[in-house]
């Protein structure tokens, strides 16, 4: 039978192009899209009638809040050194990282599912005879990364942007429902390969 609503629990992963996927589950609070509008325009004729211009597709964007409580995203505590320094291997402690220009491309995956035994990450495949909802934004980038200490508790709003499409013209979202049925594994991220 399918869900009624996904409500309470979800798995949430991130993995940098060609890098091992990362878990942040334990420290996002919420999830907020914005798949981008599909705008249209008018233009008006001499006759009085009215023509559809369509625009294209504006960015797609997912916005998180977290609670990290590290600065290096490979342990799924932190994620601030992917915004400020791009992709680097965690180092010994004391960590710093120092804003550079480089910019790494990730893939966001975020899953629902009402398998009692869920799966490892949010790409992985679900089991047979479970309800589950997935989708995945490649080709984005950490565009925004604002902590805030307003509510007494450290938070991170961060938030991840792609174009809808690649330059080739493929897709860069992703949606997946699977109702009494599993849902396969996503391929790792790298190069080319998005799903």
């Not at 629990?9 to 907020?32: H, K, N, R, Y």
């Not at 010994?92 to 398998?115: F, M």
Request: glycine fraction near 6%; include cysteine; proline fraction near 5%.
């Amino acid at each position: 039978m399918q869900e009624s609503a996904w409500s309470e629990l979800a798995m949430v992963e991130v993995q940098p192009d060609g890098q091992s996927a990362v878990q942040f589950a334990a420290i996002t609070e919420t999830i907020d899209v914005d798949m981008g509008d599909k705008d249209i325009e008018q233009v008006a004729t001499l006759s009085g009638g009215r023509l559809v211009k369509k625009v294209p597709q504006d960015v797609i964007s997912v916005t998180l809040e977290m609670y990290p409580v590290d600065i290096d995203a490979h342990s799924g505590s932190g994620i601030s050194k992917w915004f400020l320094a791009a992709y680097a291997a965690a180092g010994s402690e004391p960590l710093s990282s120092v804003v550079a220009r480089t910019r790494t491309k990730v893939r966001l995956t975020c899953l629902w599912t009402n398998d009692s035994t869920p799966p490892t990450g949010a790409s992985s495949a679900t089991a047979d005879s479970t309800d589950s909802y997935r989708f995945a934004l490649a080709d984005a980038y950490i565009v925004s990364c604002k902590p805030s200490f307003t509510d007494g508790i450290l938070k991170f709003t961060v938030t991840f942007k792609a174009p809808p499409f690649d330059k080739s013209g493929n897709g860069n979202w992703k949606e997946e429902l699977a109702d009494n049925k599993n849902l396969a594994a996503l391929a790792a991220y790298s190069g080319s390969t998005k799903w």
